[in-house]
């Protein structure tokens, strides 16, 4: 509480005071350069997403990559990522700052041989679902600032894969704070 007590006069005195307008753009930069520390999905991914012009919707590919380890193989994927925020990243509610929550939905697929689209031969009818391609929930936020010829965002995110959720909703093997993965995230909007 005294952290909060101490930080909230440097966030008042960062908003425009009354009749002062802030510098702001009518339209979100087009596209964004993402890298991403874990979050299911690689140790890290890269990849291009384009934004719709208000701001609030981002879609892209990434791709994402985690070296073996203990002997283990190498995962590589590729994503498609469709994120949601609250305020686009062009406004700007704390003096240059923008900041939002933010939702992502992404679909992974497993391209490096670990996991299969069509069950092996070798293994009985419904022994195994197919495993190539995942669904991803991410619950976050984005903090945003501007910089020479575009903005740039940190990202912080709570990922959940898909049979997570499953096993730990519906049939309740999984405690739910152990379904979630954090992933960090850095963006430029040009």
């Not at 490096?112 to 679902?129: E, V």
């Amino acid at each position: 509480m005294r952290v909060l007590l101490a930080v909230l006069p440097l966030f008042a005195n960062a908003l425009p005071g009354p009749g002062q307008e802030t510098a702001d753009i009518t339209r979100a930069p087009k596209w964004a350069a993402r890298a991403q520390f874990a979050g299911m999905q690689g140790l890290v991914s890269t990849g291009l997403l384009w934004t719709v012009p208000d701001g609030r919707l981002q879609i892209g590919a990434l791709y994402g990559h985690s070296p073996d380890r203990h002997g283990g193989t190498d995962f590589h994927g590729a994503i498609l990522r469709a994120t949601g925020a609250w305020f686009p990243v062009h406004k700007q509610q704390c003096g240059k700052w923008s900041m939002s929550p933010t939702v992502s939905l992404s679909a992974v697929m497993e391209l490096g041989g670990i996991s299969f689209f069509r069950l092996p031969d070798r293994y009985p009818d419904d022994f195994y679902g197919p495993q190539a391609l995942h669904g991803l929930l991410s619950i976050g936020g984005r903090l945003g600032h501007p910089v020479r010829g575009g903005r740039l965002a940190l990202t912080a995110e709570a990922v959940t894969l898909d049979t997570y959720l499953w096993y730990g909703i519906i049939q309740r093997q999984i405690r739910f704070k152990g379904m979630w993965s954090m992933a960090l995230g850095v963006e430029y909007h040009f």
